[in-house]
């Protein structure tokens, strides 16, 4: 049975990402560890949380290609 991701509802390919509380796909987890990443990085701040997920999902995307 194939899983759905929980942010996107998207059929999961691959190794999922798994949170505490979340099964996301890959898109949906790069999103996510980057966000949380830039939070720790920027001591909370929402700003660098979103400038580290989009360079984070670009760097990703990046190395895949």
């Known amino acids: ?3 759905r991701c ?3 509802r998207r059929l999961i ?4 990402v798994r949170t505490a ?3 996301l796909c890959d898109a949906c987890g790069t999103t996510f560890l ?3 990443a830039g939070t ?3 001591n909370g ?3 660098q949380s979103i400038a ?3 360079w984070f999902e670009r760097l990703r995307r990046r190395k895949l290609d």
Request: aromatic share 0%.
């Open 21 to 23: 509380t979340r099964t």
């Open 6 to 8: 929980d942010q996107c």
């Open 40 to 42: 720790m990085a920027g």
């Open 52 to 54: 580290t997920a989009g």
């Open 13 to 16: 390919q691959g190794e999922p």
């Open 34 to 36: 980057g966000l949380a």
């Open 45 to 47: 701040d929402v700003g």
């Open 1 to 3: 049975m194939q899983q």
